[in-house]
């Protein structure tokens, strides 16, 4: 039976495209939860649209993986379905608020007196009945470490479907308790998130919470923020706990109301599901996982798409595109979350600022410092440090150039006072210029929203500009702003000061590093946090009414937009100056169009002498190069990163096509005197790959790994000789 207007509409949709054989079919926003049955018929539709509809969890992961396994998922259900009601609880707040207490009050556990702190995350079930239907919801519920560290690490397995229980202490005060930066952490994570504020220590002669319930329901909408309670975990001599019961009324009331409660999947998919929940391993080989599914009736084909949904829904982790990641299922995401927990704990590592060998490393996971934690086999501890390196909480770092690395950075503890700025004047250095541009991130609302862990992902990220790249020993990084150089495109100072992100960038051509910097910093943004936006700046420039040119900002989507319709002038918004807009946009290099006026291949014919060189220098890229690029002449660096900046730009033209393959290659004969023998009928190519960031070939970038990124491929004369217009180079 269909349920509302919505289902109708979907039905009758689905009917028309069925008659029609229509090659696409549009079902968004119509408020689905589920798929009508009858979508299953249209097995050759190539093309469906499923937009706005608060579709259940595993549906809703099926279609990120797009249409084609969207329908292999439907077939799986259509042979046998199961309704679960089951959804996910988690609890988070500062350490030591009582969130370990609380979880075992929701769970009736026996009261304990003093509980150790909590590592990384907990997950136990709770098993709630809903008041009015009477059915038994059972929930995951994911106990967070309070510690600041373990924030980064806690938002990889924040989701929407979810109901959150924001916990803190009346006795500290909400401020003390960052009630509201903890719901602000959700929302940029999950925006649809539903939250339960819970205060705790609520027994007889203890504090009352003062918090002000209007002002966090305006702030974040009272469809987020859904209620406010005030508990004590501890039990009174009748056994009760105060104001538990109607917490557990609360969650099991919104638990109900998620998307997923109530949901069917494919009753094989359960089956495994369940194995792997129950199994006593943290962790299996990919291949025995593999071997479950099969002897459970899926084959090979849909037991990667359960795999791939399975990690999008948090259920396990594994990342079947990684070579080194791929040949081991995580089962247990709280196990790697310990894991995690134990390097950003340990005492050495941040009297180090976050340095680390991995030989600690594996000490610290095979005998834990701590009470009562089992350690990890030592066959998975490279495993982790990949793992914390794809999170982008570490790299690895080059100590000595002439030796293999074994040596990691944390970002996060990375100092806090910072460092001298080794050759940045109050003024450019002669013959550079300088650019300065300001990302500002901004939440729906237009109000500028500060992110603690963006600098340390940009470390991590933009490490391949490290001034200790080739020694570690160079690097200028502290907990807000870090120093880059990009060789000849110049040296950049990033400053995190409150809500900006402040990017100068000082060479004799400075927007070509500029762009690569503002455009890493867009992306992580808009990838990283959902509902916040990068609003690029510029500062303003003399003449200021103030006489304090550089300190007031102006929006660069304004100026353009000014600019567009024919005005050359724009008002300051603080001293009321008019100020002109290209001069103010000298500071934001706009992305060049694909047609330029003089192309790349113009220029390398112009140059073709000193890129010789330079193209030499890369092949054999070592500590060398810094000092080479410093002694190039300003015309030639200048060169140099127009012909960057045109090699960006024709890589950004690539389409789609080549989004998940290699789009930067070379290669050469095994053979090089193949073409002497008049009959040869097939011979042997050698392709590298290159990396589209550093622009060298792979085994430049692991010299202690020479075939890394090196191929061999059989080609025949008939296909050489059809590709050969386009090898010309």
Same mark, same amino acid.
């Given at each position: 039976?269909?349920?509302?207007?919505?289902?109708?509409?979907?039905?009758? /949709?689905?009917?028309?495209?069925?008659?029609?054989? +229509?090659?696409?079919?549009? $079902?968004?926003?119509? =408020?689905? #939860? %589920?798929? *009508?049955?009858?979508?299953?018929?249209?097995?050759?539709?190539?093309?469906?649209?499923?937009?706005?509809?608060?579709?259940?969890?595993?549906?809703?992961?099926?279609?990120?993986?797009?249409?084609?396994?969207?329908?292999?998922?439907?077939?799986?259900?259509?042979?046998?379905?199961?309704?679960?009601?089951?959804?996910?609880?988690?609890?988070?707040?500062?350490?030591?608020?009582?969130?370990?207490?609380?979880?075992?009050?929701?769970?009736?556990?026996?009261?304990?007196?003093?509980?150790?702190?909590?590592?990384?995350?907990?997950?136990?079930?709770?098993?709630?009945?809903?008041?009015?239907?009477?059915?038994?919801?059972?929930?995951?519920?994911?106990?967070?470490?309070?510690?600041?560290?373990? /924030?980064?690490?806690?938002?990889?397995?924040?989701? +929407?479907?979810?109901?959150? $229980?924001?916990?803190? =202490?009346? #006795? %500290?005060? *909400?401020?003390?308790?960052?009630?509201?930066?903890?719901?602000?952490?959700?929302?940029?994570?999950?925006?649809?998130?539903?939250?339960?504020?819970?205060?705790?220590?609520?027994?007889?002669?203890?504090?009352?919470?003062?918090?002000?319930?209007?002002?966090?329901?305006?702030?974040?909408?009272?469809?987020?923020?859904?209620?406010?309670?005030?508990?004590?975990?501890?039990?009174?001599?009748?056994?009760?706990?105060?104001?538990?019961?109607?917490?557990?009324?609360?969650?099991?009331?919104?638990?109900?109301?998620?998307?997923?409660?109530?949901?069917?999947?494919?009753?094989?998919?359960?089956?495994?599901?369940?194995?792997?929940?129950?199994?006593?391993?943290?962790?299996?080989?990919?291949?025995?996982?593999?071997?479950?599914?099969?002897?459970?009736?899926?084959?090979?084909?849909?037991?990667?798409?359960?795999?791939?949904?399975?990690?999008?829904?948090?259920?396990?982790?594994?990342?079947?595109?990684?070579?080194?990641?791929?040949?081991?299922?995580?089962?247990?995401?709280?196990?790697?979350?310990?894991?995690?927990?134990?390097?950003?704990?340990?005492?050495?590592?941040?009297?180090?600022?976050?340095?680390?060998?991995?030989?600690?490393?594996?000490?610290?996971?095979?005998?834990?410092?701590?009470?009562?934690?089992?350690?990890?086999?030592?066959?998975?501890?490279?495993?982790?440090?990949?793992?914390?390196?794809?999170?982008?909480?570490?790299?690895?770092?080059?100590?000595?150039?002439?030796?293999?690395?074994?040596?990691?950075?944390?970002?996060?503890?990375?100092?806090?006072?910072?460092?001298?700025?080794?050759?940045?004047?109050?003024?450019?250095?002669?013959?550079?210029?300088?650019?300065?541009?300001?990302?500002?991130?901004?939440?729906?609302?237009?109000?500028?929203?500060?992110?603690?862990?963006?600098?340390?992902?940009?470390?991590?990220?933009?490490?391949?500009?490290?001034?200790?790249?080739?020694?570690?020993?160079?690097?200028?990084?502290?907990?807000?702003?870090?120093?880059?150089?990009?060789?000849?495109?110049?040296?950049?100072?990033?400053?995190?000061?409150?809500?900006?992100?402040?990017?100068?960038?000082?060479?004799?051509?400075?927007?070509?590093?500029?762009?690569?910097?503002?455009?890493?910093?867009?992306?992580?943004?808009?990838?990283?946090?959902?509902?916040?936006?990068?609003?690029?700046?510029?500062?303003?420039?003399?003449?200021?009414?103030?006489?304090?040119?550089?300190?007031?900002?102006?929006?660069?989507?304004?100026?353009?937009?000014?600019?567009?319709?024919?005005?050359?002038?724009?008002?300051?918004?603080?001293?009321?100056?008019?100020?002109?807009?290209?001069?103010?946009?000298?500071?934001?290099?706009?992305?060049?169009?694909?047609?330029?006026?003089?192309?790349?291949?113009?220029?390398?014919?112009?140059?073709?002498?000193?890129?010789?060189?330079?193209?030499?220098?890369?092949?054999?890229?070592?500590?060398?190069?810094?000092?080479?690029?410093?002694?190039?002449?300003?015309?030639?660096?200048?060169?140099?990163?127009?012909?960057?900046?045109?090699?960006?730009?024709?890589?950004?033209?690539?389409?789609?096509?080549?989004?998940?393959?290699?789009?930067?290659?070379?290669?050469?004969?095994?053979?090089?005197?193949?073409?002497?023998?008049?009959?040869?009928?097939?011979?042997?190519?050698?392709?590298?790959?290159?990396?589209?960031?550093?622009?060298?070939?792979?085994?430049?970038?692991?010299?202690?790994?020479?075939?890394?990124?090196?191929?061999?491929?059989?080609?025949?004369?008939?296909?050489?000789?059809?590709?050969?217009?386009?090898?010309?180079?």
């Amino acid at each position: 039976m269909l349920e509302n207007e919505g289902d109708r509409k979907a039905q009758q /949709r689905i009917e028309e495209a069925r008659q029609e054989g +229509a090659i696409k079919l549009d $079902l968004s926003g119509l =408020k689905l #939860r %589920e798929l *009508p049955e009858a979508i299953a018929s249209l097995t050759q539709l190539p093309t469906l649209y499923l937009n706005n509809n608060p579709l259940n969890s595993d549906l809703a992961a099926a279609y990120q993986q797009g249409t084609k396994a969207l329908f292999q998922y439907l077939r799986a259900k259509a042979e046998a379905k199961i309704t679960l009601n089951e959804a996910k609880l988690i609890l988070i707040g500062e350490g030591e608020v009582g969130k370990s207490c609380l979880l075992g009050a929701l769970r009736e556990d026996e009261w304990l007196e003093s509980r150790p702190t909590t590592h990384g995350i907990e997950i136990k079930p709770v098993i709630l009945t809903h008041p009015e239907t009477g059915t038994e919801i059972s929930l995951n519920a994911w106990d967070f470490g309070g510690q600041p560290v373990y /924030r980064p690490t806690h938002q990889l397995f924040f989701s +929407a479907p979810a109901v959150y $229980l924001v916990v803190w =202490k009346p #006795r %500290e005060g *909400p401020q003390q308790g960052f009630v509201k930066e903890w719901i602000t952490l959700i929302k940029h994570r999950e925006p649809q998130a539903k939250v339960l504020v819970v205060a705790t220590h609520g027994g007889p002669g203890q504090r009352q919470p003062d918090i002000d319930r209007q002002e966090i329901r305006d702030r974040f909408g009272s469809d987020t923020v859904l209620g406010f309670f005030h508990v004590n975990s501890k039990p009174d001599a009748q056994s009760s706990c105060n104001g538990v019961a109607e917490l557990k009324i609360a969650i099991a009331n919104v638990a109900a109301s998620l998307p997923e409660m109530g949901r069917s999947v494919p009753a094989k998919w359960q089956r495994v599901r369940e194995i792997l929940q129950t199994n006593d391993k943290a962790y299996l080989p990919y291949d025995e996982v593999i071997a479950i599914c099969t002897q459970h009736g899926i084959d090979n084909e849909q037991a990667e798409l359960f795999l791939r949904i399975s990690h999008t829904l948090g259920h396990i982790i594994h990342y079947h595109y990684d070579p080194i990641l791929r040949d081991i299922v995580i089962l247990k995401p709280d196990w790697l979350a310990k894991a995690i927990s134990f390097a950003l704990d340990d005492e050495l590592t941040r009297r180090r600022n976050g340095l680390v060998d991995f030989d600690h490393l594996s000490e610290l996971w095979s005998n834990p410092p701590f009470p009562g934690e089992a350690g990890y086999p030592k066959k998975l501890h490279p495993i982790f440090l990949k793992l914390m390196e794809r999170f982008d909480l570490s790299y690895r770092v080059v100590l000595d150039p002439t030796q293999p690395s074994n040596t990691s950075l944390i970002a996060q503890l990375v100092p806090d006072i910072r460092p001298e700025l080794t050759d940045w004047g109050q003024q450019p250095e002669a013959g550079d210029r300088q650019q300065v541009q300001i990302c500002r991130i901004v939440d729906d609302r237009g109000q500028a929203v500060r992110k603690e862990d963006l600098l340390y992902k940009l470390i991590v990220r933009l490490h391949k500009y490290s001034l200790g790249r080739c020694n570690y020993e160079k690097s200028i990084h502290w907990q807000r702003g870090l120093m880059l150089d990009d060789d000849y495109n110049g040296r950049a100072l990033l400053e995190y000061i409150d809500t900006d992100v402040k990017i100068t960038v000082r060479a004799a051509y400075p927007g070509t590093f500029l762009s690569s910097l503002m455009a890493e910093i867009k992306w992580l943004v808009k990838n990283e946090w959902k509902g916040l936006h990068p609003n690029m700046m510029v500062p303003c420039i003399a003449p200021c009414g103030k006489n304090l040119p550089g300190n007031w900002l102006f929006e660069v989507e304004k100026l353009i937009e000014s600019k567009k319709d024919n005005h050359h002038n724009y008002p300051c918004p603080i001293c009321g100056k008019w100020q002109n807009i290209d001069s103010l946009l000298n500071n934001a290099p706009i992305a060049p169009p694909p047609s330029q006026e003089i192309g790349i291949q113009q220029l390398l014919n112009i140059f073709k002498d000193e890129l010789k060189i330079i193209r030499e220098d890369l092949v054999t890229f070592d500590s060398r190069n810094e000092q080479r690029y410093q002694s190039l002449s300003q015309e030639q660096r200048i060169i140099l990163s127009k012909v960057d900046e045109e090699f960006a730009s024709l890589m950004q033209m690539l389409t789609d096509e080549a989004k998940d393959g290699p789009r930067l290659f070379s290669f050469k004969p095994v053979d090089p005197k193949f073409f002497d023998r008049p009959k040869w009928m097939s011979t042997k190519l050698q392709i590298t790959l290159w990396c589209e960031h550093s622009r060298l070939p792979l085994p430049a970038l692991n010299p202690h790994e020479k075939q890394k990124g090196v191929y061999e491929l059989e080609v025949s004369r008939e296909w050489f000789t059809a590709v050969a217009p386009y090898l010309k180079i």
